[in-house]
């Protein structure tokens, strides 16, 4: 029985009795699978890598000598683009602020709404909770040109309203904070009840608190995602000193056709918050993709 | 109390989810123009035209479903089998799990835009550095990646297996830590090699996931947008134009509100559809999983 226990606990892998056949063919089994996997990852990296080594030479350099190290190192490309009429530090600005208020918008809005659907009683629940949930089933493309007429109606064409209150209005930061708070341990707020405190305060000071976890991994993934929207922004925002960095990497695109040194410094400008981001919060963006597809 | 909470929520989601969603549809049953004040109610006529060969958008718009239709086939089998490999790569007891994880989930978190700009570069068919490394091994044909067919293919698929991969990745990677290890050694005690304990322990214990996944995958390949728009213009000819591509075309840069309203909702039963399918097929199998 406890060689049983003893080789589960240690074999959690996916053939883990294979184990017993030891020795060189382990080994060199075992070096082709870090082969494998470094080749992989150099493949991922790769791109990043020249994105990053081109955005530091001259235009004639990175045409003549695509894949060396730079030379003379240059910061052409940067000067280029905080001058010129494409005002890239703006447009960094702008995507930070941006994706700053919607990211506030959504936690502020979505922890009220998703504490009342886990924890309150009231007539029409279940309909208000179907009917959101529902919502996340029908794919964008659906609403783009009716929020467009809206947002022109509402005079936000250009601004920085467009890109930042419909987005708010999605379902998942509702649907992602209300899987939490049903998962709390309920006798705290009875217990802070008994005390006396009223609904706001239990919410403000006893499940706020608690749910700090999560309301952290919905701000960076609402972060994320509206630093990295494309579509929308390409058509609601209109005027050079409006845009956002997304929209604008496509417009340098097409003003710097072969001038990639250019290009490639407006993707390094556009990636670096992105990837700081992901290093600091890695576990929280990947425990709450993994989450929904494992859970459910 | 309870509808005080709720408020700002609603607020947001009546304005910008609900309204669209009856407003769309209600442009798609008028002659909606941008020009006009006054819209008129015209039926399903949007709807028949898109379905009646020689009217103005019926064959650009089924061409664009059609390159949908191909992204969606061509790439879905690639985005759901090499993040399946490479997570039982990963499931291996080995060495700096986390970091290969982490390393092959980072382009998830790029834009596409990012991502767009940087292969446009990668690709380009003079100046790209994977035609310069074509020359350095011999093959001097300058390979038209984003500007001609097959190739547009193979680099829009390309591109976005190397964006997206990670993310089926880590959710395979999940969910193949949930499966039973005494599975594998029951297996093993059977004889069973690792190809063998693969087809009958990984992928019957990955169902679950697998249902997730392959949805979650076509619809965001049916979604595609970015990739085309930056790296192919949609090109050749209009080859590559997704239908959300000329949807977004049509609907606000040409003013053909109606139609593209219309088209929006068409592909929108397409994809509840397909979706429906895959569901009872998966749904299926997993109950003969559990039988056996």
Request: proline share 5%; no cysteine; net charge positive.
């Amino acid at each position: 029985m406890s060689a049983t226990a003893v080789s589960a606990s240690s074999g959690r892998t996916g053939a883990p009795a294979r184990g017993a056949r030891r020795g060189r063919g382990r080994f060199t089994a075992r070096t082709a699978l870090y082969v494998v996997l470094v080749l992989l990852a150099a493949l991922i990296v790769l791109p990043l890598v020249w994105m990053l080594v081109t955005s530091f030479k001259t235009d004639a350099d990175a045409i003549r000598n695509p894949y060396s190290l730079p030379s003379p190192l240059s910061v052409d490309a940067y000067r280029t683009l905080s001058g010129g009429q494409q005002p890239i530090l703006l447009w960094l600005w702008n995507s930070l602020a941006a994706a700053t208020i919607q990211t506030v918008l959504i936690v502020a809005t979505a922890s009220l709404g998703a504490y009342a659907l886990a924890r309150m009683e009231f007539a029409g629940k279940k309909v208000v909770f179907g009917l959101i949930v529902s919502t996340l089933l029908v794919p964008p493309v659906v609403f783009l040109i009716p929020n467009y007429l809206i947002v022109q109606n509402l005079g936000w064409l250009d601004t920085i309203f467009a890109i930042t209150v419909p987005g708010a209005a999605g379902a998942f930061g509702i649907f992602f904070l209300r899987q939490f708070f049903v998962g709390l341990p309920v006798e705290i707020e009875e217990a802070a009840r008994i005390d006396g405190a009223g609904d706001l305060r239990i919410f403000l000071q006893v499940v706020l608190p608690l749910a700090r976890p999560a309301l952290a991994t919905l701000a960076v993934l609402s972060f994320l995602n509206n630093w990295n929207d494309f579509l929308w922004p390409v058509y609601v925002l209109l005027s050079p000193e409006r845009m956002t960095l997304q929209p604008g990497l496509s417009m340098l695109q097409g003003a710097y056709r072969t001038h990639f040194a250019i290009v490639m410094a407006g993707a390094v400008i556009a990636s670096v918050p992105v990837l700081l981001l992901f290093a600091i919060a890695q576990r929280q963006i990947v425990d709450s993709v993994t989450g929904a597809a494992v859970k459910g | 109390m309870a509808y005080l909470f709720l408020a700002p929520f609603l607020a947001l989601f009546a304005t910008f989810v609900l309204a669209p969603a009856a407003y769309g549809l209600w442009i798609s049953v008028t002659d909606w123009s941008p020009f006009r004040d006054v819209q008129h109610f015209v039926g399903l006529r949007n709807y028949a035209d898109l379905f009646t060969a020689g009217s103005p958008f019926h064959d650009d718009f089924w061409q664009s479903m059609g390159a949908t239709g191909v992204f969606v086939l061509a790439s879905v089998p690639f985005l759901v089998v090499v993040p399946l490999l490479v997570a039982v790569l990963l499931n291996q007891r080995i060495r700096g799990g986390t970091v290969f994880r982490t390393i092959f989930f980072a382009p998830y978190v790029l834009g596409v835009a990012v991502v767009g700009v940087v292969w446009g570069y990668v690709l380009d068919t003079q100046s790209g550095i994977l035609n310069h490394l074509a020359h350095a091994v011999g093959i001097r044909a300058d390979i038209p990646w984003t500007v001609d067919t097959p190739w547009v293919w193979v680099a829009l698929v390309g591109v976005t297996l190397w964006w997206t991969s990670g993310l089926n990745t880590v959710i395979f990677l999940a969910g193949l830590k949930g499966i039973n290890t005494e599975l594998y050694e029951a297996a093993a005690l059977d004889g069973a090699g690792a190809v063998r304990s693969f087809f009958a322990v990984t992928l019957p214990g990955l169902r679950p996931v697998m249902l997730f996944i392959t949805t979650t995958t076509v619809l965001a390949s049916a979604n595609m947008f970015g990739q085309s728009y930056l790296l192919t213009k949609g090109g050749p000819g209009n080859a590559t134009r997704t239908a959300i591509m000329y949807i977004a075309d049509q609907g606000l840069s040409q003013n053909n509100m109606a139609p593209a309203a219309a088209m929006s909702y068409v592909l929108f039963a397409f994809l509840a559809v397909v979706s429906l399918i895959n569901f009872r097929l998966q749904r299926e199998r997993l109950e003969k999983g559990r039988v056996r």
